[in-house]
Structure formats: structure tokens, C-alpha cells
């Protein structure tokens, strides 16, 4: 698989599962998503679900895709896979397949999801996707199932914990842009002309010293973090036998 996210989560297995089987709990905590819905299902079929993207106010990219799981299985955990694919023209996702397992240990459960696709647009998409789009998929996977964590760990709601992260983000940016004005010439050359070369030198350094607190100061316990997650992993893995069987349909 292309992308590879983990996140260990103190909670309980069966409420981990609800919250990501169930789409009206999904679409709650998953960037990547606007609206999931499951479609009816046929006696011996997978199931079938829809998803959509809200790119812009006035511009929604959806798709349709297939799931199975397996809820109990010998060795303790569960596995969940599917399938997907959007024919929308302007999806640079064309299709794609993936899956979540779901490993209980002593201090609750290492929830971890690989999967990769296939863009359309030809050249131009591989070169877009392998610069932009898939590093994004990979931030948007890990900084949601960081929300999940805190969902249900702490629980601050998806709502909540979106707010957080926003307002963090804003005083990040305010920091930042007030240290960049301040380093400015005329702020500079007025604060040495007033207090001499020590002092403005101690000045520029101080800026620089929350410039830097901006920008790399790990986030607040109640923000959502991509950082927290593992991006590669630990050993080799394999995709789980559950996702061979949607091959067929």
C-alpha cells in the first residue's frame, strides 16, 4: 500500500469500531470526507457505500465503493477493507483500495490503515499527485485519526477539537506576522535608535525566539497533530486476505 497511518488509542475495541463503522460517526472525525452514506445492500453482496468531497462551496467530487470486515477473528483483532472509485471528471483519484486493522494490546488498540489508488489526468496527475495530492492524503489521514484519538480518549468531539486546532493555527499566524512586522527596517531602526545596538539586538532575537515557538512548538494536547501518528510501519505488513474477496465485484 502507497500510504500508511497508525495511531494508538486508549479506548475499547467495540466503541473504536463503532465510530469508524458507522458513517454517521466517520464523516464526524475524517477530513477526507464530507458525506458517507451506505447504500441498500443485496443478500450476498458486499457493502456498497457513497462517498463525497466538498472541494469548494459549489463544487462536491463523489464516488462509490465496497466494504467487508472482519469483526472477530482467531488472533483478537478485526480488519475492515474496501474499495473505491469516482468517475467525476475533475477527481484526480480515479480508484483505489484499502484497509483499516484494528490490534488490541494491554493499553487499548493500535488502529492503523493502509491503501493507495490510482490518479487519472496522465502524466500531469502522477506529477501532481506524487507532489501535492499525496502528501496531503497522508497529512489529512493522520490528523483525523488524531481527532479520532482525542475523540475518544478525551472526549473532545470532532467539532470541538476542528475549533481547537483552528484557533490554535490563528494565534500561530498572528504570532508570526507580528515577529516578521517587527523585523521590519523601520521598527528595527526605530528600536535602535531609542535604546542602542545592545538592546535592539536583544530584541531581534526575542522575535526570533517566537517566531520559532510559532512555528515548531509541538501542539496543544487538545489540537489534533498529524505529527502523533506513525507514518511508516514498524515491520512489514500485508493487506488483509478480506480485501481479495471484493477483487470479484
Not at 469516482?86 to 484526480?92: I, N, Q, T
Request: glycine share 8%; charged share 25%.
Amino acid at each position: 500500500m502507497g500510504l500508511y497511518v497508525e495511531a494508538h488509542i486508549r479506548a475499547d475495541l467495540d466503541e473504536l469500531w463503532s465510530r469508524t463503522q458507522d458513517p454517521a460517526q466517520h464523516r464526524r472525525w475524517d477530513l477526507r470526507f464530507s458525506e458517507i452514506d451506505y447504500l441498500p445492500r443485496v443478500a450476498g453482496e458486499p457493502q456498497r457505500f457513497r462517498y463525497a468531497v466538498r472541494v469548494l462551496a459549489l463544487l462536491t467530487i463523489s464516488g462509490t465503493g465496497i466494504a467487508a470486515g472482519e469483526r472477530e477473528r482467531p488472533d483478537g483483532t478485526r480488519t475492515s477493507a474496501l474499495r473505491f472509485a469516482s468517475p467525476h471528471p475533475l477527481s484526480l483519484l480515479a480508484r483505489g483500495s484499502g484497509y483499516w486493522r484494528y490490534v488490541p494490546d494491554a493499553h487499548g488498540v493500535r488502529f492503523l490503515t493502509g491503501y493507495d489508488y490510482r490518479p487519472r489526468w496522465g502524466v500531469l496527475g502522477a506529477l501532481a499527485d506524487r507532489l501535492v495530492f499525496r502528501p496531503l492524503m497522508g497529512w489529512a489521514t493522520a490528523w483525523s485519526f488524531d481527532r479520532l484519538r482525542l475523540w475518544l480518549e478525551r472526549d473532545i468531539s470532532p467539532e470541538r477539537a476542528r475549533a481547537n486546532w483552528l484557533a490554535e493555527l490563528a494565534v500561530r499566524a498572528l504570532l508570526l506576522a507580528g515577529c516578521l512586522t517587527g523585523l521590519g527596517p523601520e521598527c528595527a531602526m526605530g528600536v535602535f535608535g531609542r535604546f542602542g545596538a545592545d538592546a535592539a539586538c536583544l530584541y531581534a532575537l526575542l522575535l526570533v525566539a517566537v517566531m520559532s515557538l510559532a512555528l515548531f512548538k509541538a501542539p496543544l494536547a487538545c489540537t489534533p497533530a498529524a505529527r502523533r501518528c506513525l507514518r511508516a510501519p514498524a515491520e512489514q505488513t500485508r493487506p488483509p486476505r478480506v480485501l481479495r474477496t471484493l477483487e470479484k465485484h
